[in-house]
């Protein structure tokens, strides 16, 4: 009889043994845990702090040269259109010698398309952030020079694309305050795929970017000519891709050096 309450003693000990043991490796990976975590919190903290700063100025330098840029738009339309266009080409550096001579055999070639309107398609990637000041009143210029109307603008950045419809006004208000100038990621070949979803096929499509596609570009899918404008640094990979797009579809490309 005591040998048999012996081993059932034993037994709960061992069980108790057991949930204590295990009770204190609980205890000892939740303090590792809190302990890693602090230290990684100590360690992270400052780093995105200063990210935070960094986007948060980034994201009140942008907001501010887009009121600027709405503000000096206004300025435009109490303009005759000649005065605008010589403002606007002054400003970004088009207006005299080699940069001049180019834009008129651009706007020229425009002139030259068949039917009336043309859909533009506008990188809205983070590299072209720094172009959203001189872009809007230059595209504008380029529609008003072209006797073409705007049927359509569709920004594209990340496999994201949104297209705009209505007077050139909206669409380039929609432009600015829709489009987000972020990402790095220019899919080109997607942009084209919603644009002919969301609005008829143009007399021509111009193009605006500064970068190589990161996606295929179906050439013999896009229904219209695609003129196109590659602007900021010059780079083979870019000018070769837009001009093979332009050749492919019947447009014609233009390098323009902004100052």
């Known amino acids: 009889m005591r040998n048999k309450r012996t081993s059932a003693h034993n037994i709960y000990e061992s069980f108790s043994d ?27 903290m400052p780093r995105l702090k200063k990210e935070l700063a960094t986007a948060q100025a980034d994201l009140k330098a942008s907001e501010a040269n887009r009121k600027r840029l709405l503000r000096d738009l206004g300025d435009l339309a109490g303009m005759n259109t000649d005065v605008q266009i010589d403002h606007v080409l002054e400003t970004v550096g088009l207006n005299q010698g080699k940069g001049r001579k180019d834009f008129d055999l651009f706007v ?34 380029i529609i008003l020079r072209s006797g073409k109307d705007l049927d359509a603008l569709t920004w594209f950045s990340d496999r994201r694309a949104e297209t705009y419809r209505g007077t050139m006004g909206e669409m380039f208000d929609g432009l600015l305050k829709g489009a987000p100038f972020m990402g790095s990621s220019e899919t080109i070949g997607e942009a084209f795929l919603r644009a002919e979803q969301n609005a008829p096929a143009p007399s021509a499509y111009l193009l605006i970017g500064d970068e190589a596609s990161d996606d295929r570009i179906n050439y013999h899918a896009i229904p219209s000519p695609v003129f196109t404008l590659p602007i900021g640094k010059k780079d083979p990979a870019t000018s070769w891709e837009y001009k093979t797009l332009a050749d492919k ?4 490309m233009l390098q323009l050096e902004f100052h």
């Open 18 to 44: 057991i949930a204590l043991l295990m009770l204190a490796t609980f205890m000892f990976l939740l303090v590792t845990i809190i302990i890693t975590s602090r230290v990684q919190e100590a360690y992270e």
């Open 108 to 141: 020229k070639g425009l002139k030259k398309l068949p039917g009336n309107n043309i859909h533009l398609v506008v990188d809205a990637t983070g590299s072209m952030h720094g172009a959203v000041d001189f872009l809007i009143p230059v595209l504008r210029v």
């Open 249 to 252: 579809t019947g447009g014609r």
